[in-house]
């Protein structure tokens, strides 16, 4: 199960949104979470929908999985863009 801020936080990782070119989502694979953002990340991790990145002294940097990928609804393209495949 997935909720609206959690799909809110794939969709923003994976450059999904009204604002941006449906041809260009997936063009970026990065959330730069603060420690209060941490347990809704955990969460989208236990689901598989994230990995965990690098760490900074206060940050944690989380990245979609092809499963947060499809959640979200990019096409196989967009997916390969975003999971850096060719």
């Not at 909720?3 to 990782?13: A, F, K, N, V, Y």
């Not at 809704?40 to 990245?63: A, D, P, T």
Request: glycine content about 10%; overall charge positive; hydrophobic content about 35%.
């Amino acid at each position: 199960m997935i909720t609206e801020d959690e799909l809110g936080h794939l969709q923003h990782m994976l450059g999904v949104g009204i604002h941006i070119s449906k041809r260009n989502w997936g063009y970026r694979n990065y959330f730069c979470a603060s420690p209060e953002q941490e347990k809704e990340f955990l969460n989208l991790m236990r689901n598989g929908f994230v990995q965990i990145g690098n760490r900074s002294n206060l940050y944690v940097y989380y990245h979609a999985t092809e499963l947060g990928c499809v959640v979200v609804g990019l096409n196989k393209k967009q997916t390969n863009r975003a999971l850096r495949r060719p």
